[in-house]
Structures are given as structure tokens and as C-alpha cells.
T-cell receptor, first 117, second 113 residues
Framework: GNSVTQMEGPVTLSEEAFLTINCTYT??????LFWYVQYPGEGLQLLLK?????DKGSNKGFEATYRKETTSFHLEKGSVQVSDSAVYFC????????????????FGKGTKLSVKP | DTGVSQDPRHKITKRGQNVTFRCDPI?????LYWYRQTLGQGPEFLTY????????KSRLLSDRFSAERPKGSFSTLEIQRTEQGDSAMYLC???????????FGPGTRLLVL
């Protein structure tokens, strides 16, 4: 079945450090890939997405590239800030043209990031 | 656009009681999803609606769980005869169509004593 595996946390970094959170997936077909972020006390927010191979999603200085050959969608940021402290979830959704697709998301377990000043 | 709202935000109940949660999606979003999130895990899909039609309910955790979206707008999720294992965060999300971005509400945190 479809699944998402992401690196376990917690991850603790100093401000301005480089961030990588690894995410790999298993899926039939060609899913869309997402990173969601959950700030303390808030709901899940879409951070970025990519819908096909080699697409790069980017937002707020974060980037992730859809790598079909390695079935990966690693999240990166060149210089993290204290305000980036949150839990990050990698997720996939089957594309609509695969019959019967519900569009529901399949999430990884989440990676907690703490950034220290 | 006021976002997805959920009510209540917190619910404490005793084992065996019934609980009902409400979700109001972003207006004009025709798809509505329910997920459950337990501590240390990612959200787990439960069910979804397209307008008022519930198109997938096999992932509901047991027959104690049911959901409705009677007029294609707000939705309710009911858990009957709650058990301690039902304690979790229940999340609602909506989207404007299949394959479109899902926007999540703040969730309802349920604690069953």
C-alpha cells in the first residue's frame, strides 16, 4: 500500500543552520507530494507541494524536489529561524486520473524541529 | 475566506458516552475530509464527502463512528459508546476538488476518561 516515511525527530538546530528533513514514499502510480507544517497550538498548514517528477515546491525559504528515481521529497532550508520551530509532515495524495482516487492524504509520522537562538 | 472551523476545540467525556464534533469547511469547498491524529503520529484518513455524498467510509475505525454532511456544507462526526482508545485529535479538512490543496481546521481534541 501507499506510505510515507520521514526521518524521526526531534531535530534541534541553531538559528541560521541548514535544515534537511528526509522523506521517502511508496505509492502506486505518480502521487502528488506535500509538506505540511504544524506550529504549536495551530492547525496543519500547507507549506509546499509538487505534483510531478522533478517539480520543485518552495515557500518561505523552504524547498523540496520531487525525485521519482529515489522516491523522495526531502525538505530543505538554507537558514532556519526560531520561528520555524514546528512539526513538519510529509504527505502524498494519489493523482486524480488514477481511477477511484479519493484524494485523501497519507502522512508520515512528523518531524519535530526546534530552533535555538 | 475564514478558513475551516471546528467545534468544540476540546472535549472531555466519560467512557461509554456519545460525542459529536462539527466541521465548517471553507465556503464553496465541495470536498470535506475527516482525519484522526494520535500522539506522535501523522493524521490518519477516516472518511470524506463530495458535497453531501459520503464517498468513502470503509476507513472509519469501527461501526461506532459515523459522519454526515446533510446539506453539503457543514459536517458532523459522531462517536458512539466512546472508549479510551478514541482519545485523539480529530481533524477536518476541505478542498475545492479532487487533487486540490486540502485546508485543515484546528482540530477537536477528545479525551475519554
Amino acid at each position: 500500500g501507499n506510505s510515507v516515511t520521514q526521518m524521526e525527530g526531534p531535530v534541534t538546530l541553531s538559528e541560521e543552520a541548514f535544515l534537511t528533513i528526509n522523506c521517502t514514499y511508496t505509492a502506486t502510480g505518480y502521487p502528488s507530494l506535500f509538506w505540511y507544517v504544524q506550529y504549536p497550538g495551530e492547525g496543519l498548514q500547507l507549506l509546499l507541494k509538487a505534483t510531478k517528477a522533478d517539480d520543485k515546491g518552495s515557500n518561505k525559504g523552504f524547498e523540496a524536489t520531487y525525485r521519482k528515481e529515489t522516491t523522495s521529497f526531502h525538505l530543505e532550508k538554507g537558514s532556519v529561524q526560531v520561528s520555524d520551530s514546528a512539526v513538519y509532515f510529509c504527505a502524498l495524495s494519489e493523482p486524480p486520473f488514477y481511477g477511484g482516487s479519493q484524494g485523501n492524504l497519507i502522512f508520515g509520522k512528523g518531524t519535530k524541529l526546534s530552533v535555538k537562538p | 475566506d475564514t478558513g475551516v472551523s471546528q467545534d468544540p476545540r476540546h472535549k472531555i467525556t466519560k467512557r461509554g458516552q456519545n460525542v459529536t464534533f462539527r466541521c465548517d469547511p471553507i465556503s464553496e469547498h465541495n470536498r470535506l475530509y475527516w482525519y484522526r491524529q494520535t500522539l506522535g503520529q501523522g493524521p490518519e484518513f477516516l472518511t470524506y464527502f463530495q458535497n453531501e455524498a459520503q464517498l468513502e467510509k470503509s476507513r472509519l475505525l469501527s461501526d461506532r463512528f459515523s459522519a454526515e454532511r446533510p446539506k453539503g456544507s457543514f459536517s458532523t462526526l459522531e462517536i458512539q459508546r466512546t472508549e479510551q482508545g478514541d482519545s485523539a485529535m480529530y481533524l477536518c479538512a476541505s478542498s475545492s476538488g479532487r487533487g486540490e490543496t486540502q485546508y485543515f481546521g484546528p482540530g477537536t481534541r477528545l479525551l475519554v476518561l
